[in-house]
Structure formats: structure tokens, C-alpha cells
């Protein structure tokens, strides 16, 4: 059997209950609808989706806590499936590399 060297999953209602940037949202005090209209109106073509970008930013910034440590302190609250805690014990064992994605963007772990 070949060797796994790196795993790649989905984060959000896959390894832990929720969407990650509707949680974020949320707890930064941001309207879920400003942002999915935002969203629509890059998907439409009506702006880029790097204006789309710039006013989610301006949003986040505005609500005065988008910064490292409240932005961990959500996650760090978000509720990881008991499956999913189960599957990354053993890559953490096994030291797989393993690369979680998170709508369009890409981190990788050494989890």
C-alpha cells in the first residue's frame, strides 16, 4: 500500500457544524445578508469580486474587532464533528500534511 502524504477536506458542515465566514460575520457584529448581497453583485458582474473584497474588509475593520486574537477566540469556540476530531488524531499521528479549505481561500496545516 502506497504511503498517504497529504489529505486535503473542506472545513465548513464537513469537519466542523457551520459555514465559517457566516460564523465570523456574526461575531464581529456584520450583517450576513450585506455580505451575500455583496457577494451576488460580484457574481453578477455589478462589481469585482476584489471591490467585493475591499468592502468586507471595510466591514470586518469597521466592526473593531477583526483582529488575530478575537478572530482565534471564535474558532476556537466553533464545535469540530466528532468524526472529524477522530480522522485528524490519526493524520496528526501519522504526520500527514493536510490542507483545509475555506470558500476561495487555501491554508495548509501541519495540524
Known amino acids: ?3 498517504i502524504n497529504l489529505v486535503c477536506s473542506d472545513v465548513d458542515d464537513t469537519l466542523v457544524d457551520g459555514t465559517s465566514w ?3 460575520t456574526e461575531k464581529l457584529g456584520c450583517s450576513v ?3 451575500i448581497d455583496t457577494f451576488n453583485r ?3 458582474g ?3 469580486f476584489i471591490e467585493a473584497e475591499r468592502i468586507f474588509t471595510k466591514r470586518y475593520q469597521n466592526s473593531g474587532n477583526a483582529n488575530k486574537s478575537f478572530i482565534k477566540n471564535v474558532f476556537k469556540n466553533v464545535r469540530v464533528k466528532d468524526e472529524a476530531k477522530e480522522i485528524i488524531s490519526y493524520l496528526k499521528k501519522k504526520i500527514i500534511k493536510f490542507i483545509l479549505f ?3 481561500l487555501i491554508f495548509m496545516s501541519n495540524l
Request: proline share 0%; aromatic share 6%; net charge neutral.
Open 1 to 3: 500500500m502506497e504511503k
Open 22 to 24: 457566516w460564523i465570523l
Open 33 to 35: 445578508r450585506d455580505v
Open 42 to 44: 460580484a457574481t453578477r
Open 46 to 48: 455589478e462589481i469585482s
Open 102 to 104: 475555506l470558500g476561495q
